[in-house]
C-alpha cells in the first residue's frame, strides 16, 4: 500500500508563495509517476504537475508554467511543489497522487494512490 501525505498549505495573499511536500513511503519509486493536482470547490480534480521518478522527466500545466515547479528529493522520499506569485484562482485542496508510469497521466482516474491533500488559500 502506497500511502502519501501532503503538508505545507495555508492562507497566503496573492503575490505570495507557498512550498507543498508530499512524503512518499521509505522506498524508491523508480516506476512511479507522481502528480500534482488541485481541486477548488465545485470543480474537477486537475492536474497540476508532475514527475516520472526515474527519469526525472516533468510536465506542467499552462496555467503552472513559470510560476509553480515540481521537484524531488531522492534521499528524503519528498516531492515538493514551490508555488510562487499565487493568485486566489490558485485557491484550492491540493493532492499528490502516485502511479505506474512512464507517462504521466493528466487523468486524475489514472492514479492509484492518492494523499488526503493540503488546502491552499490565496486572498486577493
Known amino acids: 500500500q502506497v500511502q502519501l501525505a501532503e503538508s505545507g498549505g495555508g492562507l497566503m495573499p496573492a503575490g505570495g508563495s507557498l512550498r507543498l511536500s508530499c512524503a512518499l513511503p521509505g522506498r524508491a519509486f523508480d516506476a512511479h509517476v507522481i502528480a500534482w493536482f488541485r481541486q477548488a470547490p465545485g470543480y474537477d480534480r486537475r492536474f497540476v504537475a508532475g514527475?516520472?521518478?526515474?527519469?526525472?522527466?516533468?510536465e506542467i500545466q499552462d496555467f503552472a508554467e513559470g510560476r509553480f515547479t515540481i521537484s524531488r528529493d531522492d534521499a528524503k522520499n519528498m516531492l515538493y511543489l514551490q508555488m510562487n506569485n499565487l493568485k486566489p484562482e490558485d485557491t484550492a485542496d491540493y493532492y499528490c497522487?502516485?502511479?505506474?508510469?512512464?507517462?504521466?497521466?493528466?487523468?486524475?482516474?489514472?492514479?492509484?494512490?492518492w494523499g488526503h491533500g493540503t488546502q491552499v488559500t490565496v486572498s486577493s
Open positions: 514527475i516520472n521518478w526515474k527519469s526525472g522527466n516533468t
Open positions: 497522487a502516485a502511479t505506474f508510469g512512464p507517462a504521466i497521466p493528466h487523468t486524475p482516474s489514472q492514479y492509484l494512490y
